[in-house]
């Protein structure tokens, strides 16, 4: 694993710089702190732990073809490059948008009765299919053609949570209901994205509603926590669903354990190794697919029931995989790097980051730059907790998990951009002498 020392070394430098360069610009909630996060946990780690002796995805797999290190350093050396271009261009958005972000502009304020009629008509039922889910009483199998109807609905418990804190704050019995049904969905063994992303949806809304950047001790003390645990959630849910309390609790002790013996079984998420993996199969399939794969968005809301050849969100990685390398039937990912690489080869690596990095960057300024209540805010939110998912599984996943995952937000929006729902606030620098009159006239009638 020698020769993986250099790559490893220069994405520390890379990702150094990054922080240096672009930290006063930062925040929390930047699309650029998500990117971090990203690469960190995909890449660089991976990378550490292939140079500290974690075996490559598929070795010892009889008839598999085992990820080779050159594989890795190809894969490192472009993760490397697609970072600094999603920070440059970041860092151009910034240039562009930060002066006219601060302009007076006309935002669609949140109004709290929609949030709240969401609340009443959506919590409920979406409550009554997730806990159906958990307990059994619903199945959902491949020939259930209803079944992504089922899964999408129980996941609206959290979407509303998620709107009805912003629009109403940390109340106590709202942070009752996030904490029930958070600590419903971490053991339930499945969907354990249902746990984090709404996690960093309340982290960033806390922060930007005490107005700090980054996060205090507490948070990042149970961030510490959340990511000992998380690896073992899966385990433990599934064990709790079999009411083996006993191995329930000892994967619980595992998580917070440091001894050999008890991490020897937790499994490193080979991300990197994937996208290596999916770079070889590109070229091996030798054609380029022009963004062809991005159009299964269109036919996604189509039930496979009317439609059974419908095209699927994967259906490339069929065309790729090879018998030594199966990745539709294992379920693998080429991250949104792979499939950048996989629709126009290396002018993709360049291209998608920079838009990435210029796009999310200013509308990050645009929609954080008024008031805390704004309707334009909570949708960036909603996007920025999608944004690792994102990342990591391709860019359709910017539409699935915020748009079909989180209907009550779509349902928000809708709503608020019917004539005379919502009331607009031309907002102002907080220079400006009038900044504060036109706050003062939309709290009253919140208040009516």
């Known amino acids: 694993m020698d020769s993986l020392l250099p790559y490893l070394l220069l994405d520390v430098i890379v990702v150094a710089t990054v922080v240096i360069l672009m930290f006063r610009r930062m925040a929390f909630w930047h699309p650029l702190t998500a990117y971090l996060l990203f690469h960190l946990y995909s890449f660089s780690y991976r990378a550490f732990k292939i140079y500290t002796g974690s075996p490559l995805m598929f070795a010892g797999i009889p008839n598999a073809?085992?990820?080779?290190?050159?594989?890795?350093?190809?894969?490192?050396?472009?993760?490397?490059?697609?970072?600094?271009?999603?920070?440059?261009?970041?860092?151009?958005?910034?240039?562009?948008?930060?002066?006219?972000?601060?302009?007076?502009?006309?935002?669609?304020?949140?109004?709290?009765?929609?949030?709240?009629?969401?609340?009443?008509?959506?919590?409920?039922?979406?409550?009554?299919?997730?806990?159906?889910?958990?307990?059994?009483?619903?199945?959902?199998?491949?020939?259930?053609?209803?079944?992504?109807?089922?899964?999408?609905?129980?996941?609206?418990?959290?979407?509303?949570?998620?709107?009805?804190?912003?629009?109403?704050?940390?109340?106590?019995?709202?942070?009752?209901?996030?904490?029930?049904?958070?600590g419903s969905v971490a053991f339930q063994g499945f969907n354990r994205f249902m746990l984090i992303l709404p996690l960093l949806f309340f982290t960033a809304y806390y922060l930007q509603s005490r107005r700090r950047r980054w996060p205090t001790l507490p948070i990042l003390i149970g961030a510490v926590v959340m990511a000992l645990l998380f690896p073992r959630l899966k385990y433990i849910g599934q064990a709790m669903r079999n009411g083996d309390t006993e191995d329930a609790v000892a994967h619980f002790t595992q998580a917070f354990s440091f001894k050999p013996k008890d991490k020897a079984e937790e499994l490193t998420e080979e991300f990197l190794d994937q996208f290596a993996g999916g770079l070889t199969l590109t070229d091996y399939?030798?054609?380029?697919?022009?963004?062809?794969?991005?159009?299964?968005?269109?036919?996604?809301?189509?039930?496979?029931?009317?439609?059974?050849?419908?095209?699927?969100?994967?259906?490339?990685?069929?065309?790729i995989s090879t018998s030594g390398r199966n990745y539709a039937q294992q379920g693998r990912i080429l991250t949104?790097?792979?499939?950048?690489?996989?629709?126009?080869?290396?002018?993709?690596?360049?291209?998608?980051?920079?838009?990435?990095?210029?796009?999310?960057?200013?509308?990050?300024?645009?929609?954080?730059?008024?008031?805390?209540?704004?309707?334009?805010?909570?949708?960036?939110?909603?996007?920025?907790?999608?944004?690792?998912?994102?990342?990591?599984?391709?860019?359709?996943?910017?539409?699935?998990?915020?748009?079909?995952?989180?209907?009550?937000?779509?349902?928000?929006?809708?709503?608020?951009?019917?004539?005379?729902?919502?009331?607009?606030?031309?907002?102002?620098?907080?220079?400006?002498?009038?900044?504060?009159?036109?706050?003062?006239?939309i709290a009253a009638r919140q208040r009516q």
């Open 285 to 319: 399939n030798g054609r380029k697919f022009l963004g062809s794969t991005y159009l299964a968005i269109i036919t996604l809301p189509i039930p496979r029931a009317m439609w059974p050849n419908k095209p699927g969100l994967a259906d490339h990685l069929q065309e």
């Open 65 to 182: 073809e085992p990820i080779t290190v050159d594989e890795i350093n190809r894969a490192m050396l472009l993760a490397d490059v697609a970072l600094l271009i999603f920070a440059a261009s970041s860092f151009w958005a910034h240039h562009v948008f930060e002066a006219k972000a601060f302009q007076p502009k006309v935002r669609l304020v949140m109004n709290r009765r929609i949030a709240r009629a969401i609340g009443f008509l959506c919590l409920p039922v979406g409550a009554i299919f997730f806990f159906a889910l958990k307990s059994g009483g619903l199945e959902i199998s491949a020939d259930n053609a209803s079944a992504g109807y089922i899964q999408v609905i129980s996941m609206w418990p959290v979407g509303v949570l998620g709107l009805l804190v912003f629009a109403f704050g940390f109340r106590w019995y709202l942070v009752l209901l996030v904490a029930f049904f958070l």
């Open 336 to 441: 949104y790097l792979g499939e950048s690489y996989l629709n126009f080869g290396y002018a993709g690596l360049f291209l998608i980051p920079a838009l990435l990095g210029y796009l999310l960057t200013a509308y990050c300024v645009s929609a954080n730059a008024g008031p805390l209540q704004r309707l334009p805010r909570y949708v960036y939110l909603v996007v920025f907790m999608v944004l690792i998912q994102t990342f990591r599984d391709g860019l359709l996943s910017i539409l699935v998990f915020t748009i079909v995952h989180n209907m009550p937000m779509l349902f928000t929006v809708i709503l608020h951009k019917i004539p005379g729902f919502a009331h607009k606030s031309l907002d102002r620098p907080a220079a400006d002498p009038l900044a504060g009159e036109e706050e003062e006239e």
